[in-house]
């Protein structure tokens, strides 16, 4: 179909919800860390195009390309690909931020889709029943949801994470900081965003368990001091963590010591 929708400058374009961090940041991050000339389409003023219009034209498949189900969306060279995961493998060996061998890549997108699982359980913590409820209206299967979450899945999957990093620390000696190989990918600025999430959303449970994810937290502080993202941090073009996004802090969800689940 022929589009009808605007093109940019700029080489890639990234169509996500604007006021949010979300999944989308996950694909902000990596053209960030890149220094990739990109425009983030609905961030722009509608009269340059851009605002939720611009997206929801994408949705509606005024774009070129394969139809999107849901954001973020990106665009390049005639392309229109969705799926977080599935951008990123797209992105990875274009930006510098995958290893070229094969095995490793396979390794990334794997990794990349657990995340995706366990972003998935991050954002039903506050929406347990149902996306098209409001957390006020699901806050007791929050609750109940939260606890599980804390102490089960956070353990389980930080720890995979933590497991991974040790032992790509063990294959290339001295080399800690990074899930594969040597060199960041976009696996590394992923688990930034996901330790930096947790954070915010759950600080106590994640105070807890800082004993047992050294490497995790070290791949966090690593990634904040890159030259590129810690100036991406620091601008406007990092949108703040806030309560409409995934990782959202409601301190009730958060207790200051554990409890038992159930
Ligand atoms: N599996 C997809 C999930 C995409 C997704 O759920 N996008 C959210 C925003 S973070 C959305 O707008 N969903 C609309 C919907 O599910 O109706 C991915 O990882 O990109």
Redesign the pocket.
Known sequence: MATRTKRFAAEYELYY?PSIQ???EFIRLALEAAGAAYVDVARLPQRQGGGTRALFALLDGEGDGVLP????ILRHEGLVI????NILAYLGPRLGLVPRDEASRVAAAQHQLTI?DF?VEAHDVHHPLG?DLYYEDQKPESHRRARLFVSSRMPKFLGYFEKLLQRNQAAHKGAGGHVLGKALSYVDLSLFQLASGLEYAFPHAMKRLAPKIPRLLAVREGVAAEPRVAAYLASDRRIPFNEDG?FRHYPELDPARARATG
Do not use: C, D, E, L
């Open positions: 919800w979300g999944r989308g189900f849901a954001p973020p969705a799926q977080t995961a995706a972003v996306v995934i």
